[in-house]
């Protein structure tokens, strides 16, 4: 199974969609797309990985260089939607109090 | 042409497999049955001959793939060998030496999904007196998680010195591999120190799966929970460590991901697996419980892993 990601830009701000699988065979195609993305200074960045039903430590790979990215060029990412599995794939690996995320349920609380 | 029979057809067969030991292009085979069909049907020729040419013309530009799909095929030959070297180079490279203690026993099992591996566990010890183990799992895998695993291994090489404290060996080793790598690789580890006279082992993580504690007295497994980034993430960053005491027949069992992430079936909850296996086999040797574990995790799995899978056990 592949991965997509959709962006959309609505009110200067940049939403991207994933989807599927993100493994070691699948993650290239994503980091490029991601690696397109034109971060400017104070562009608002939200990842919904809500349809994101697998995910391994190179797709985890894949976000933490995005994030230092925008970390750099004065941008803000966050991540939204993550399952209880990511959740806790982002909160073993410390990432979860390094990067701004949002689980499933806050979003469902919203 | 008229009496085309199986014999016929057999001798046809054992023909081609001749050509193709001996590289005959596809436009030449035509070209040798044109010559066979002018000689047997002289008279036919002048029909024909149009035919053939075209079909010659046709053949050689199958001809030209097939030339190239056989200088691929050497160009992968040579890619595999040079494969094979280097993942010998990395087996002798990245070695990991178990040592052998009286009052402690030690299992440890360690085996790459794909030629290489990305994890890599690591031993320090003094005499019987102290005894460290670090187990890391690099992301990715195949060759650039080699040569980022060789560079975590002369980096915990040179802390000799100070391998008793976990949180310093990590604080450490994150600056070396921060400054070594590039954005999307990092490292994740979990480094343990026991005090074998006192039985206290104390431990610290930087991004790494939990390890269990069996204790034997209470009959029950402990995680050893310990909050820590990962490691060449950010470069100053701080890691705590915890302590607890180790007592007779207690075990500490510490794992990478591919041991706990079951991708196929999600429902099972793969510590449970753990800690039931190895709860109704304590009595085993530390090695013979890594080997069980395996064994068992490939079963659950369906025989199809999808991680390298590394297992470090310690028996009081």
Known sequence: MDVTIHFKEIDHKLFGFVEGEIDTFTASGLRDELEAVKITEGLEIELDLSKVNYMDSTGLGIFVAF???????????????????????????????????????????? | ???????????????????IQKNISPEDVISIHKNAVEQIFPNQMNELQPAYDFLIEVMVH?????????????KQAEYEMEMKIATNIQKTLLKTYVPNMK?????????????????????????????????????????????????????????????????????????????????????????????????????ASAGHEP?????????????????????????????????????ENDLIIMMTDGVTEFRVKEELNSREVITTLIKENRHLSAQQLCQLLYKEIERVQNFKLFDDFTVVILKK
């Open chain 1, 67 to 110: 994030y230092k990215r925008a970390l750099r060029e004065n941008g803000k990412v966050k991540l939204v939607g993550l399952s209880n599995r990511l959740q806790r794939l982002f909160e073993i690996t410390g990432l979860s109090d390094l990067m701004d995320i949002e689980t499933d349920k806050k979003v469902e609380l919203r």
């Open chain 2, 1 to 19: 042409m008229v009496n085309q029979t199986e014999r016929n057809l057999y001798i046809a067969q054992n023909f081609t497999r001749q050509l």
């Open chain 2, 62 to 74: 199958y001809g030209m793939a097939h030339r190239e799909h056989q200088s691929l095929l050497q």
């Open chain 2, 103 to 203: 009052n402690i026993d030690i299992g440890m099992i360690s085996v790459p999904i794909r030629k290489m591996n990305g994890d890599y566990v690591h031993f320090f010890h003094d005499g019987e007196e102290y005894l460290s183990v670090a187990v890391t799992d690099v992301v990715g895998k195949g060759v650039p998680a080699a040569l980022c695993m060789s560079m975590v291994k002369y980096g915990l090489e040179t802390l000799v010195y100070a391998y008793k404290d976990p949180s310093y060996v990590l604080e450490v080793i994150n600056r070396v591999i921060e400054k070594g790598v590039d954005d999307s690789m990092f490292v994740s580890m979990f480094y343990g120190c026991l005090n074998v006279e006192q039985n206290i082992f104390s431990y």
């Open chain 2, 211 to 247: 390890a269990l504690h069996y204790s034997a007295k209470n009959d029950q497994f402990f995680t050893l929970e310990a909050k820590g980034l990962l490691l060449g993430v950010l470069s100053e960053t701080n890691y705590t460590f915890h302590e607890i005491v180790l007592e």
